[in-house]
């Protein structure tokens, strides 16, 4: 099966390619561009990756068959230092990558070759495009392939930087930003592009306070510089070794890793010594601001990792700090050790310092003993932190111990004693990681002061304003983020936008020191698809790609004839490629992994209203989750994922396409499922023997009830594919296709259908239903039934309105519901059936039903109403108490329905009648005599009085 598959698919990619049914032209048809954000070039894809590529193709496929002009292109981002590290590793020869490589395929040969970042970029370029698009069968237009380290695109993209500069957002300015010690500036977001760890990490400012301890300082790193009035003791580890470090004339004292962090912000820091942690317990040193003695205590909490490694103690608003003070001063073996005298050091107590909503004037020791925390180790003290921090900063008051500061908010007090203590010499300023960052080289990621760093302004009051107004008139999808990509905008600031360094990418246009980072050199380029054809046709050469040639195709600034001479670029040509951007731009959506919604999507917003006319602002977004696996998300570069041709061999690539887009909505993530797959698989084929089934039908038959509600179904069907197509929602066009049609068609072959015309007319229908998901089984089936086209190339169906039938519909649902509850009955009681008897509701009862289930679909439903126009009617009257016991209960069962129920009840039809015609069928079905009454039928045969019970569309079943 899978060879013949594979065979399948190369048949039909072949014939796609070869006659171009995926390139696209400008022309009269209304257009549609399509893309997803390309990936990083840092190693082998895996399946995770192809579930957002395949919903791209799948959307494009359908879009076209219903009468679009589809531009689907693709392209890659090699910008970074990913192919750096990975060709690092390839010309060390490390085990683990040599191995990574061999098993997704690489050619032995092939490696030596790859310890060369570019041709590592050319190597997975051709994999990307070969081994996993061509494969999967996307039909993208493989011409306009580009690269973000060709020579071509960085022509673009120094354009782009010019509109910005010439825009007035790019500003240059002292920055701290992340910074590999071996590669130099990375970027830290949750894409990981550049890093192998810590994408979520976030840059942490910690006042440093200097605590004068004889001849040193003793610095502590807070990130609560408000808090110095409530003092009390210092914290050193008394088993770490820390350092000396002269900085402008003054010792301080510092863990050892906080040294090799602040040496990226500081100049002139040099190791002096060192001092065990233990020879400063019982020292003691003058707090700032303060300017009072504290002792000098031991804490093992103090990680050299974090901050300085030294801490200040505010037991009154910190908790980890009371839980340490109150466990040390109940500890006389350790003040012993430590040379402490145990009355001093009990003698210390908490110092109110902030007022806030809801807490005592000692918070920490409150939620401590409210939450039954006694031990440091206790993992709660980080939440109860949280918790008193949060309300503190939010909420709280200095009060009168705080001098000049007492009344003030916390939120303004913080800034303004920070300040204060920088300006006096008492404190400076120090970045951090908020966890462990390590690039992909392997080495960590640190804060760094670049004094010169140059930033898109993002802040800019008029972008922000019209990329906000733009995302409201945008076709975003998942909804929600339609909502919170306003406040994403709003929180939108200056963003580095260069770093120096060893990176692959395009140089600074104004400082070729600088190369542009990779989230900067990824938001306008979708427009340079409309440029990179012609490059690659040799229609355009390098010197041709200069700012007045950009500024005309794409902002139509200069007339042809100028333009040509300056840029040496033919008339025609110029006028054509203008032509192509003004047919295809804007881009209609713009698909990407979650991962984005922060960082890539807004600046992909923010570069398009900051640059184009705004006839070219984009007009979609569709964000799609992962394919994870066990412990969490799959990543390329780290390994660990199924390779994507062992895959697309082993399942078949139509199974996996079905399974992308069906195992769950786009807007969840959905663990890697071998066996869901295999499932697919499984009913890819089921569906090609039902299709042999419905060919083997003879032609001629006459047409009988259940044909016509096999057509009406199928039309309903291709309504509802095309309703919710509008979203983009494949999962349900898959579930119509591959499930609800399937499971038509066979109830229509159990049901007695066997009319080889309407089979006929079913298969034209369901064959190009499935043609933008499974399109590979698509065309064989379609060239089976002796059709010359495409059927990628064939129109989309449309629903047959005069043909939908909802009344038959209905009707054959509720035959289908008869059955059910019939062998729920027998399974409860085990019985072996003699005969079946059904009853189905008399007159009055369909009579008030109809009228309770008009008044719920006019929204006025109500028992005391439906009571009421009961109890009015002349005929219903006469029954009394059954019609208004009646009428309660029809009111209480319709009020529990949703409307599109209510729909579905209100379609008509004799009951009676229905299941008396049907009664030899469902004898067949359950293999016993059936018969069917009515209720109110004096000659009914009803020994147990079940007929009385009978409501609308639902029968009363007796079993003998």
């Not at 003070?325 to 001093?344: A, F």
């Not at 390098?542 to 670029?569: C, K, Q, Y």
């Not at 909802?806 to 509720?814: G, K, P, S, V």
């Amino acid at each position: 099966m899978t060879n013949r598959s594979a065979d399948v698919e190369a048949k039909w990619q072949e014939r796609w390619y070869s006659v171009g049914i995926n390139e696209s032209e400008a022309d009269s048809r209304p257009k549609f561009m399509m893309i997803f954000a390309y990936p990083g070039v840092t190693g082998y894809l895996h399946v995770g990756h192809m579930r957002g590529y395949t919903y791209v193709d799948a959307i494009t496929r359908y879009l076209r068959m219903i009468g679009l002009n589809v531009l689907f292109p693709v392209g890659t981002h090699a910008t970074g230092n990913g192919a750096i590290s990975l060709a690092n590793r390839i010309r060390s020869r490390d085990p683990g990558t040599i191995e990574y490589l061999l098993a997704n395929g690489c050619p032995e040969e092939e490696i030596a070759n790859l310890g060369d970042p570019v041709k590592v970029v050319d190597f997975f370029n051709e994999i990307y495009v070969t081994q996993y698009w061509k494969r999967f069968g996307f039909l993208a237009d493989w011409r306009r392939f580009t690269c973000t380290i060709y020579p071509d695109y960085q022509k673009f993209i120094q354009w782009q930087f010019r509109k910005l500069k010439d825009g007035g957002l790019l500003v240059q300015k002292p920055y701290f930003a992340p910074a590999c010690v071996e590669c130099g500036p990375v970027a830290v977001d949750a894409s990981e592009t550049d890093l192998q760890k810590g994408g979520r990490a976030e840059t942490v400012e910690y006042s440093l306070l200097k605590f004068k301890c004889e001849d040193m300082f003793l610095v502590a790193a807070t990130l609560r510089p408000e808090t110095v009035y409530g003092q009390t003791n210092f914290w050193v580890n008394p088993d770490v070794e820390y350092v000396k470090v002269a900085k402008d004339g003054e010792t301080w004292v510092i863990s050892r890793p906080s040294y090799e962090k602040m040496r990226y912000q500081m100049d002139g820091l040099t190791v002096i010594g060192t001092i065990h942690g233990k020879k400063l317990v019982g020292k003691k040193c003058t707090a700032p601001v303060i300017h009072r003695e504290i002792p000098v205590l031991p804490a093992s909490f103090c990680n050299p990792d974090v901050g300085t490694g030294l801490v200040t103690s505010v037991p009154s608003d910190a908790p980890d700090d009371w839980i340490a003070l109150r466990m040390l001063q109940e500890n006389d073996v350790l003040l012993i050790e430590y040379g402490l005298r145990p009355e001093d050091v009990r003698e210390i107590r908490p110092i109110p310092i902030i007022d806030s909503k809801g807490w005592g004037p000692l918070p920490a020791v409150e939620i401590t003993k409210r939450m039954g925390i006694s031990d440091i180790a206790d993992s709660r003290l980080e939440e109860a932190k949280k918790i008193i921090y949060r309300d503190g900063f939010h909420t709280g008051r200095m009060n009168e111990n705080c001098g000049e500061y007492a009344g003030m908010p916390v939120e303004k007090a913080k800034e303004m004693i920070r300040d204060f203590m920088i300006s006096s010499g008492e404190a400076e300023i120090f970045y951090d990681l908020s966890e462990e960052v390590i690039c992909r080289c392997g080495r960590p990621v640190v804060i760094r002061r670049v004094p010169d760093q140059w930033f898109i302004d993002y802040s800019n009051a008029e972008l922000t304003k019209n990329s906000k107004d733009q995302a409201e008139s945008m076709h975003i999808l998942p909804s929600e983020y339609h909502t919170n990509i306003q406040g994403v905008l709003d929180w939108f600031r200056e963003r580095a936008c260069v770093r120096q360094g060893n990176w692959l990418g395009t140089r600074f246009p104004f400082d070729d020191k600088w190369i542009i980072e990779a989230i900067s050199d990824s938001t306008l380029y979708p427009i340079y698809y409309l440029v990179s054809k012609y490059f690659n046709e040799d229609k355009l050469k390098l010197e041709n790609l200069t700012e007045v040639f950009f500024d005309h195709v794409f902002l139509d600034i200069g007339d042809p004839a100028d333009v040509s001479i300056t840029t040496g670029v033919e008339i025609e040509l110029l006028k054509r490629i203008r032509s192509d951007v003004e047919y295809w731009y804007p881009l209609d959506i713009n698909l990407g992994g979650k991962e984005h919604m922060t960082v890539h999507f807004p600046a992909f917003l923010m570069n398009h209203v900051g640059v184009l006319p705004q006839k070219y602002w984009p007009k979609g977004i569709f964000v799609n989750w992962y394919i994870i696996g066990k412990l969490g998300k799959i990543s390329k570069s780290k390994g660990g994922a199924e390779p994507i041709p062992g895959a697309a061999e082993h399942f078949g690539v139509d199974p996996m396409r079905l399974y992308y887009t069906h195992i769950a909505s786009p807007f969840a993530d959905v663990e890697w499922d071998e066996e869901a797959v295999e499932n697919y698989k499984g009913r890819i084929e089921r569906i090609s023997k039902t299709v042999e089934e419905l060919k083997a039908l003879p032609e001629g038959v006459e047409i009988a009830s259940i044909d016509n509600w096999l057509l009406s179904r199928i039309s309903s069907r291709v309504k509802t594919v095309r309703e919710c197509m509008k979203e983009f929602d494949l999962r349900t066009m898959a579930n119509e296709i591959y499930f609800e049609m399937l499971s038509d068609i066979k109830w229509y072959m159990r049901r007695g259908g066997g009319n080889g015309n309407v089979a006929g007319e079913v298969l034209d229908v369901w064959i190009r239903l499935m043609a933008p998901i499974t399109p590979h089984c698509a065309e064989e089936i379609w060239e089976g039934m002796n059709r010359d086209r495409f059927v990628s190339l064939a129109d989309f169906p449309t629903p047959v309105e005069s043909g939908i039938r909802l009344e038959i519909e209905e009707a054959e649902e509720y035959l289908k519901n008869v059955i059910t509850d019939i062998n729920e009955i027998l399974r409860v009681t085990e019985i072996s059936p003699k005969r079946i008897c059904l009853y189905t509701s008399p007159n009055w009862k369909q009579r008030i039903f109809e009228n309770g289930l008009q008044m719920a679909r006019e929204n006025r439903l109500s028992i005391p109403g439906i009571t009421k126009t009961t109890m009015s009617d002349p005929i219903l009257k006469k029954r009394g108490k059954d019609a208004a016991d009646f009428a309660r209960k029809v009111a209480e069962g319709l009020m529990k329905r949703s409307r599109s129920d209510m729909d579905r009840l209100a379609r008509s039809f004799d009951e009676f009648r229905y299941l008396a015609e049907s009664s030899a069928f469902i004898a067949k079905e359950i293999g016993c005599e059936v018969k069917v009454y009515s209720e109110d039928d004096p000659d009914a045969y009803d020994p147990q009085s079940k007929a009385k019970t009978s409501v609308p569309r639902r029968p009363a079943i007796f079993v003998e």
